[in-house]
């Protein structure tokens, strides 16, 4: 732990769908004062996204499915297209994206690539999020795909050119920040 922070308090205000806590903390601040900070913090995990692509046909897999919180927060239909991802569920990041791309896409994948991890809301989320990225083919794909029934996932599969993809983050089509991070990713590394 830094000696910058020490933890005073800790209190859960919710163990409903997740962990949300409030934190009251001590900071040192540069100048040697100490400062007194209550901050919420909501833990759901650490989780695993990836992007499969095909060389031979230029495309991308991902999925769209309902996401409350972009409901609530002005998204019409509450849609959100995105790449494949989850929670780790107590897996290793490898084992937990395997076993989301099966459950999400029906695609059975061979060998995966991790280009990174990132934290996507440091301000009040605690999750790190593993990024990966595999080639697939049409003789990859075991299942229809669409998610784990009784999780009442309802996802559909998406199979989309890569400079479409590309184009629907600048129409606006794609909000979802792990999946630009994706795609702009085969971009910059010109995989695509």
């Given amino acids: 732990m830094s000696e910058q922070v020490k933890i005073l308090q ?3 205000l919710s163990k409903n769908w997740y962990l949300l806590k409030k934190i009251t903390y001590e900071f040192l601040k540069k100048d040697g004062s100490k400062k007194v900070h209550s ?3 909501y833990d759901r995990g650490n989780g695993a996204t990836i992007l499969l692509y095909s060389l031979e046909q230029k495309t991308v897999i991902l999925t769209r499915q309902f ?3 972009t409901f609530i927060n002005g998204n019409a239909d509450g849609m959100l297209i995105e790449a494949c991802a989850g929670l780790l569920d107590k897996d290793n990041p490898e084992d937990a994206i395997r076993r989301e791309t099966e459950e999400e896409t029906g695609y059975k994948i061979k060998e995966i690539k991790k280009i990174f991890e990132a934290y996507m809301s440091p301000g009040s989320v605690t ?3 593993y990024f990966f990225i595999a080639e697939y083919a049409r003789s990859m ?3 229809e795909g669409g998610g784990v029934e009784e999780e009442e996932e309802n996802i559909e599969v998406l199979e989309i050119g890569f400079q479409k993809a590309l184009d629907m983050i600048v129409s606006g089509e794609i909000k979802d920040g792990k999946t630009i991070m994706l795609l702009q990713y085969l971009r910059l590394h ?3």
């Fill in 141 to 143: 794909k075991v299942n």
């Fill in 127 to 129: 999750e790190m999020l």
């Fill in 67 to 69: 996401r409350l919180p």
């Fill in 10 to 12: 800790t209190d859960i």
């Fill in 39 to 41: 901050r919420e913090a």
């Fill in 190 to 192: 010109n995989i695509l």
